[in-house]
C-alpha cells in the first residue's frame, strides 16, 4: 500500500518524465507500478484521499490526541464527582468550569477502549424483537389453534363462550365447548378432553396448543394442564392480529352462516345446539378451500389424497381443459412462517403434471391433426420492429385435416374433432 505523500511524489516524477520525453509505461516500471495503477490514481481521486481500502494504513488526523491526553480523559472521566456520568454530562460539566478536555464522542471512545462504557446497575442492553416461532404442520395432531369467542344471547350484555380447538393440518374442529362464562377451568377441561379425544399420549410428539394473549389461554391452571398432557404451549406476538389467522377465519365462517341467529340465543341449551350443528357440518359436510375442497374430516383420515387422485385422472380422462393442471394433496401448513421456512415450504410442495408433459402422455391418441396445431400454437410471439413494448401473437397456420379431406383454420373446430382412441 502505497502512501498518499508517495502517490504525489511518484505522479509528479513519472509526468515530469513523460514531458521531457520518456514513455508513459517505462516511466512507470522505473517508479515500480503499472500505468493502470497510475491512471486508476487519476481517475478516483487516488492522489487526494489516497488508498480507499479499509485495511491501508492511513497517518494520524493532526488533532489526534497523545498519550498523555488520553490519560488525563481517562483520569478525568474517573474522578468520584464523574464516576458514575455519562461523557454527555461530564463535558458541560467541566465547561461551566472553563475546562474543555475532549469532545463527548473522544470522552466515549477513550472509555470504550478501556471497557468503562458499560451499563450501570438495572440497566439492560436493548433487546431486539425476536422473529415468530414458527410451526409446520406435516400431518394430523402436530399443530393445534385455539380461541375463544362470544356469542350473543337476547338479552343485552349477556354473552356465551365458545372455545375450538382446531388441528392445523386438517383444519378439523377437534374440540369445542360452550360455557355462560369465561374461566380457566373451562379451558383446561377443553384441552383435556380433546387430548383424550385424538389419542395423543401414543404419539412420541406431542402437539403445539397455539393460541392468542388471552389472559383465560395463559391462566396458571391452564398451563398446568398443557404440563401434565406434554403439550407445548405457542403464543401470538403482542399487538400482532394475525398470528393467530386460522382460529379467528373458523370464526368469522362460523358467525356468516345462515343458521347463526343474528338476534341472539335464548339460553345456554340454544347456543350449544347450534354450535353442534355448526361442528358436524364444518368437519363432514363443509368443502374447505385452504385444503383442496375436501371435508375437514377426510383430510383428518387421510383420504384426501385418493380423492384428489380420483378428481384429476377423471379430469385427464375428459380433457376438459388442455391447460388444467394436476391436483394434488397440500402437504403442509405453517404458521407465523418466515422466509427459511416458506424455501422448506416450496421444497416439499407436490408436483403438478405441466400442460406439456400431458400432451406427451397423450399424444399417442390424439389426431395427427393436433399435433400440427400444438405445434404452430407454441411458436411464440412476432414482436413488430420499433414497438419494443408492443407484441402481437403470429396467427397459426391453418392444417390439413387427412381423415376430413378438409382445411382446419379454427381452434374449437380442432377441438370438436378430437376422437378418443
Given at each position: 500500500m502505497i502512501g498518499l505523500e508517495d502517490r504525489q511524489r511518484l505522479a509528479r516524477e513519472i509526468e515530469s518524465a513523460n514531458r521531457a520525453g520518456a514513455r508513459l509505461r517505462l516511466a512507470c516500471e522505473v517508479a515500480g507500478i503499472d500505468v493502470r495503477t497510475l491512471q486508476r490514481w487519476k481517475a478516483h481521486q487516488g492522489l487526494v484521499k489516497g488508498d480507499a481500502r479499509p485495511g491501508a494504513m492511513r497517518p494520524l488526523p493532526a488533532h489526534t490526541l497523545s498519550p498523555q491526553e488520553r490519560a488525563n480523559v481517562l483520569r478525568v472521566a474517573n474522578e468520584?464527582?464523574?464516576?458514575?456520568?455519562?461523557?454527555?454530562?461530564?463535558?458541560?460539566?467541566?465547561?461551566?468550569?472553563?475546562?474543555?478536555i475532549a469532545s463527548e464522542s473522544t470522552f466515549a471512545r477513550v472509555l470504550r477502549e478501556h471497557g468503562q462504557m458499560t451499563r450501570r446497575g438495572r440497566a439492560r442492553t436493548p433487546s431486539s424483537a425476536r422473529p415468530p416461532t414458527t410451526h409446520v404442520a406435516t400431518a394430523p395432531r402436530q399443530v393445534?389453534?385455539?380461541?375463544?369467542?362470544?356469542?350473543?344471547?337476547?338479552?343485552?350484555?349477556?354473552?356465551?363462550?365458545?372455545?375450538?380447538?382446531?388441528?392445523?393440518y386438517s383444519r378439523k374442529i377437534v374440540g369445542w365447548e360452550v360455557h355462560d362464562s369465561d374461566a380457566a377451568e373451562h379451558a383446561a377441561h377443553l384441552v383435556r378432553r380433546t387430548a383424550l379425544s385424538e389419542g395423543i399420549a401414543v404419539l412420541e410428539t406431542r402437539p403445539v396448543l397455539?393460541?392468542?394473549?388471552?389472559?383465560?389461554?395463559?391462566?396458571?391452571?391452564?398451563?398446568?394442564?398443557?404440563?401434565?398432557?406434554?403439550?407445548k404451549p405457542s403464543y401470538s406476538r403482542p399487538r400482532v392480529s394475525d398470528d393467530n389467522a386460522y382460529a379467528e377465519a373458523l370464526f368469522r365462517t362460523a358467525k356468516y352462516r345462515p343458521e347463526f341467529p343474528v338476534t341472539g340465543f335464548e339460553d345456554l341449551n340454544a347456543a350449544r345446539n347450534w354450535a353442534a350443528g355448526f361442528?358436524?357440518?364444518?368437519?363432514?359436510?363443509?368443502?374447505?378451500?385452504?385444503?383442496?375442497y375436501v371435508t375437514p374430516a377426510q383430510r383428518h383420515a387421510g383420504d384426501d389424497r385418493a380423492l384428489l387422485a380420483a378428481r384429476h385422472a377423471l379430469y385427464v380422462q375428459t380433457r376438459l381443459s388442455l391447460k388444467s393442471p394436476g391436483i394434488t394433496a397440500i402437504?403442509?401448513?405453517?404458521?407465523?412462517?418466515?422466509?427459511?421456512?416458506?424455501?422448506?415450504?416450496?421444497?416439499?410442495?407436490?408436483?403438478?403434471?405441466?400442460v406439456k408433459e400431458e400432451i406427451n402422455c397423450q399424444r399417442a391418441c390424439w389426431?395427427?391433426?393436433?399435433?400440427?396445431?400444438?405445434?404452430?400454437?407454441?411458436?411464440?410471439?412476432?414482436?413488430?420492429?420499433?414497438?419494443?413494448?408492443?407484441?402481437?401473437?403470429?396467427?397459426p397456420k391453418p392444417f390439413f385435416d387427412h381423415q376430413t379431406q378438409r382445411p382446419v383454420r379454427h381452434t374449437h373446430r380442432l377441438l370438436l374433432q378430437l376422437r378418443s382412441p
Open positions: 468520584p464527582r464523574f464516576a458514575d456520568m455519562p461523557p454527555a454530562r461530564i463535558v458541560p460539566m467541566l465547561a461551566d468550569e472553563g475546562v474543555y393445534w389453534c385455539w380461541d375463544m369467542t362470544f356469542l350473543p344471547a337476547t338479552v343485552t350484555g349477556r354473552w356465551f363462550h365458545l372455545y375450538l380447538i382446531l388441528d392445523l397455539h393460541g392468542d394473549n388471552g389472559a383465560t389461554l395463559k391462566a396458571t391452571t391452564v398451563l398446568a394442564m398443557l404440563h401434565w398432557l406434554g403439550v361442528v358436524q357440518w364444518y368437519n363432514f359436510e363443509h368443502r374447505h378451500s385452504g385444503i383442496r402437504t403442509m401448513h405453517v404458521i407465523n412462517a418466515h422466509r427459511r421456512t416458506l424455501d422448506l415450504r416450496r421444497k416439499h410442495a407436490p408436483r403438478t403434471v405441466s389426431p395427427q391433426c393436433l399435433d400440427a396445431h400444438i405445434a404452430s400454437l407454441t411458436r411464440g410471439h412476432a414482436t413488430k420492429p420499433g414497438y419494443p413494448n408492443r407484441h402481437r401473437r403470429s396467427r
